[in-house]
């Protein structure tokens, strides 16, 4: 039974950094792909990145271009998204999550079926 497990939220400034953590309990390769969503409130859950387990390639939505970097440890089953020049816009809940079954890229939202618990990532003065 998978389990993912998100760390490393908390608050910053505007233009700080924050790096977050989602730990799985399989190894990664096992899956297709290993993305971030984050969820602002009144607002729908949206992508940020995400990596393919099977090439290592990445993925980023328009809103962290430039500012966000998905990477990877397999020896500890983790995946991280470090995270600069943020602003109150990317304060949301993040989550990570894996998509097992593949197919396109990237992959479809609805194809995430295994999700963690979410981690608050605040950006505020």
Known sequence: QLQIVESGGGLVQPGGSLRLSCAASEFT??????GWFRQAPGKEREGVSCMSSSDGRTYYA????GRFTISSDNA???VYLQMNSRNPDDTAFYYCAADRWGSAWPPPRSHFGSWGQGTQGTVSS
Request: aromatic share 16%; hydrophobic share 25%.
């Open 62 to 65: 328009d809103s962290g271009k």
């Open 76 to 78: 500890k089953n983790t």
């Open 29 to 34: 390769l096992d899956y297709y792909a290993i």
